[in-house]
Nanobody
Framework: VQLVESGGDFVHPGGSLRLSCTVS???????????MGWYRRQPEKSREEVAS?????????NYAEFVKGRFTISRDIPKNTLYLQMNALDFEDTAVYYC??????????????WGQGTQVTVSS
């Protein structure tokens, strides 16, 4: 499974952006995706999870505390695309944002794919 993120940009504090993650690969692998998530890496910090959805909880969204009420994760199944709507952006949201999926390749093997990342810069 291959992932390509887009939508990163410069934005003023309080602004909004929508990130997209296009998923491609074999139909079988895509159909076996059971976790989809957005992560970010702020300058000089470790990567952290921002939001995710998983089949285990009926694809209900899960958010990190620092984005609750501001970010929304969603997916468009026919378009094989994962989105992250980001509102009320703050300086602390400056980071490279990555999407990731986990999918089952066989009963005993799981693979993980990551995109290349898209830069979000919040600046006045």
């Amino acid at each position: 499974v291959q992932l390509v993120e887009s939508g990163g940009d410069f934005v003023h504090p309080g602004g909004s952006l929508r990130l997209s993650c296009t998923v491609s690969g074999s139909p079988e692998d895509i159909s076996n995706i059971y976790f989809m998530g957005w992560y970010r890496r702020q300058p000089e910090k470790s990567r952290e999870e921002v939001a995710s959805i998983t089949v285990d909880n009926g694809w209900a969204p899960n958010y990190a505390e620092f984005v609750k009420g501001r970010f929304t994760i969603s997916r468009d199944i026919p378009k094989n695309t994962l989105y992250l709507q980001m509102n009320a952006l703050d300086f602390e949201d400056t980071a490279v944002y990555y999407c990731s999926v986990w999918y089952r390749v066989s009963p005993t093997r799981i693979d993980t794919s990551w995109g290349q990342g898209t830069q979000v810069t919040v600046s006045s």
